[in-house]
Each structure stands twice: as structure tokens, then as C-alpha cells.
């Protein structure tokens, strides 16, 4: 079965750090891009970062720049978001998801996030 | 503000059909491949429809999506209850190099 699960989330205080993993399963963890999107409760969608199958492309959302780091380790089937200097405008439920390309790019496969809260 | 434009909310009797418009310009939807994304009530979003109009299997042919220009859109058709739901466009923004997405769209089936 194709997984993605997170982990790495938890309550931290502003100005904190916290690293974030996805383990992946069932599929060639390698040949795939990956993103990083968090979702405030009652909010929509936003894109934090992705990273290609080789780590040659990472791309990252303008509120998080310099503040965050996306990784993937293949051997491990395993991607990483490591977030510095959080604000309380980061919490949000953080989902991985699998990145497939046919004529255009998508994401077909998400895990059920971690929750990442960050407050004093 | 999103970079990508949806109505907040529509909403349909059961059995009819509803369309949800995605707006956005040259850099994205004009000249990228659009996807739709489903989020039901207390869940993981859910793929939809990819490359403008394709169905993932699984995905009933009531759900259809086109693309004219810088807009794109998702069909639903025969509505039931279980269709209600936040649905989400995305594509990647060449200019910006990043992904986006639309704002969302509340659906509810009356």
C-alpha cells in the first residue's frame, strides 16, 4: 500500500525549532518529488516547499524562506522539513505529499499530516 | 490572498450539477496543467481531477474539469450529499516557482 506518514510535530514556542519527518512506503520513494503543504484548521491549502527526486530543485514559499530547510534522505524512504524561528502564524496541520507527473504535475498521494502548534 | 481565485462557497439541490471556476493568469493556470483536489469534513485532501481533465481511477465521471485560458473548472454532476466538501485548485506558478493554490470552495448539496 502506498503511505505517507508524519511525524514531528508538537507544541513549541515561538522562536523554536522543530524538524518534521515523512516516512514513505509502498512505493519508489526515489523517483518521486515531494511537497511539504500545511493547512491552518478551518483554512485552506497552502504550499510550503518541494524538493525533487534528487534534491537538485527545492523551492520554497516565500513566508518560509530562511526559515525553513526540505530534505530527503532516498535510502531511508524519508523526507524532512526543518523549521527555525517558528511564528505563531506557522501552526497549522503540515501534510507530505507525493508528487506524479503525467503531462503536468500533481499530488497524488497525501499522508494525514502532524499538527505543529507554536504558542507561548 | 490566494494566488488562484475560487467563490468561497456554492451550493446545489441533490441530483444537479455545479461548477467551480479557478481563475488565475498567464504564469499558472494559462499555461500549466490545473488538478482538483476533494476535502471531505475531517480528512486529507484527496486528488481529484490532474492535468486539467483527467480522472484518477476511482474518481467517478461525475466529477469532470476543463480549462479555457487563464481559467480553469470543476464539474459536478448528479450531486449527493457525500459530494459536500471544501474542494481546492492548484498548478505551479512559473513566475513565482512555487506551487499554489486556489483559496477553496465550500460545496454544499441542499
Known amino acids: 500500500e502506498v503511505q505517507l506518514v508524519e511525524s514531528g510535530g508538537g507544541l513549541v514556542k515561538p522562536g523554536g525549532s522543530l524538524t518534521l519527518s515523512c516516512a514513505a512506503s509502498?512505493?519508489?520513494?526515489?523517483?518521486?518529488?515531494m511537497n511539504w503543504i500545511r493547512q491552518v484548521p478551518g483554512k485552506g491549502l497552502e504550499w510550503v516547499s518541494l524538493?525533487?527526486?534528487?534534491?537538485?530543485?527545492?523551492y520554497y514559499v516565500d513566508s518560509v524562506k530562511g526559515r525553513c530547510t526540505i530534505s530527503r534522505d532516498n535510502a531511508k524512504n524519508s523526507l524532512y522539513l526543518q523549521m527555525t524561528s517558528l511564528r505563531a502564524d506557522d501552526t497549522a496541520v503540515y501534510y507530505c505529499?507525493?508528487?506524479?507527473?503525467?503531462?503536468?504535475?500533481?499530488?497524488?498521494?497525501w499522508g494525514k499530516g502532524t499538527t505543529v502548534t507554536v504558542s507561548s | 490572498q490566494s494566488v488562484l481565485t475560487q467563490p468561497p462557497s456554492v451550493s446545489a439541490a441533490p441530483g444537479q450539477r455545479v461548477t467551480i471556476s479557478c481563475s488565475g493568469n498567464?504564469?499558472?493556470?494559462?499555461?500549466?496543467?490545473v488538478s482538483w483536489y476533494q476535502q471531505l469534513p475531517g480528512t486529507v485532501p484527496k486528488l481529484l481531477i490532474y492535468?486539467?481533465?483527467k480522472r484518477p481511477s476511482g474518481i467517478p465521471d461525475r466529477f469532470s474539469g476543463s480549462k479555457s485560458g487563464t481559467s480553469a473548472t470543476l464539474g459536478i454532476s448528479g450531486l449527493q450529499t457525500g459530494d459536500e466538501a471544501d474542494y481546492y485548485c492548484?498548478?505551479?506558478?512559473?513566475?513565482?516557482?512555487?506551487?499554489?493554490f486556489g483559496g477553496g470552495t465550500d460545496l454544499t448539496v441542499l
Open positions: 524538493i525533487s527526486r534528487s534534491s537538485n530543485y527545492i
Open positions: 509502498g512505493f519508489t520513494f526515489s523517483t518521486y518529488s
Open positions: 492535468d486539467n481533465n
Open positions: 492548484g498548478t505551479w506558478d512559473t513566475r513565482l516557482s512555487a506551487w499554489v
Open positions: 505529499a507525493r508528487v506524479a507527473e503525467m503531462d503536468g504535475a500533481y499530488m497524488d498521494v
Open positions: 498567464s504564469s499558472n493556470v494559462g499555461n500549466n496543467y
